[in-house]
């Protein structure tokens, strides 16, 4: 097995963990505001593609990705499967760079976040998976652009997700179910942020036990 198939590999079993260990909380706060249904759907999508890619060897980061996007858009199903599909697959293409120039994982990430906006039509204040997306990937781009230390760039990525999950709790609800709810949805966190959130820190805690 290649190295960066044994590291996509932790990375998403710390994910899957992160999300197995706070199962509880996202369901109830998604029985609140939405269909049930979030932390059993992003579970199942986690294993399927856990599974899956133990057998994707030979594959290059762009590639990985792309098939990824694939696996979770068919698996996870419901508005967060083909929001977190469209993430990988652009990233995975945007990271597809032409010979010769580097695109940083930074600006990949970004044109997947880009990607889910449109896929989505939501923005930063409609209380989605977006409030953490979008502000971590400014945080991320503006510290590459910045040559801050990964450990710096690490910390900056945490704090905008936790940030940024903690803003929707505030929010009504301009996309998904929860927008039916009007002012019933203010109170609870986004389920879809705080899965965001849970997964993104556990991979920075990881990532930061590494550098
Ligand atoms: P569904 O609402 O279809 O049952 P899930 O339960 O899998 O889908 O996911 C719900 C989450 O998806 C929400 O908590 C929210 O974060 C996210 N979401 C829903 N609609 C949108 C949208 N249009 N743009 C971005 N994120 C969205
Ligand atoms: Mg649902």
Redesign the pocket.
């Known amino acids: 097995m290649s190295a960066h198939n044994r590291e996509f590999l932790t990375l998403l079993q710390k994910a899957a963990a992160a999300i197995g260990d706070h199962a509880e909380e996202v369901a109830a706060?998604?029985q609140a505001?939405?269909?049930?249904?979030?932390?059993t759907?992003?579970q199942r999508g986690l294993e399927t593609l856990l599974r899956a890619a133990a057998d994707w060897e030979a594959m290059d980061w762009p590639d990985l990705l792309q098939k990824s996007g694939m696996s979770l858009m068919s698996s996870?199903?419901?508005?967060?499967?083909s929001?977190y599909g469209t993430l990988f697959m652009a990233m995975g293409k945007a990271l597809k760079a032409p010979e010769g120039s580097a695109v940083s994982l930074a600006h990949g990430f970004a044109q997947g976040v880009q990607a889910?906006?449109q896929?989505?039509?939501?923005d930063v204040g409609?209380?989605?998976?977006?409030?953490v997306l979008i502000p971590v990937a400014q945080a991320w781009r503006a510290a590459t652009e910045s040559q801050s230390l990964p450990a710096v760039t690490l910390q900056a990525i945490a704090e905008a997700a936790r940030a940024g999950c903690e803003s929707?709790r505030d929010m009504i609800?301009g996309?998904?179910?929860?927008?039916f709810l009007g002012e019933r949805a203010r109170g609870y966190l986004?389920?879809?942020?705080?899965?965001?959130q849970l997964m993104i820190e556990a991979i920075v805690r990881h990532l930061e036990g590494s550098t």
């Open positions: 706060l998604d505001i939405g269909d049930g249904d979030h932390v759907n992003l996870i199903g419901g508005a967060s499967g929001l889910m906006k896929r989505g039509k939501a409609d209380k989605t998976m977006l409030d929707t609800a996309k998904g179910r929860a927008s986004d389920p879809g942020a705080r899965t965001s």
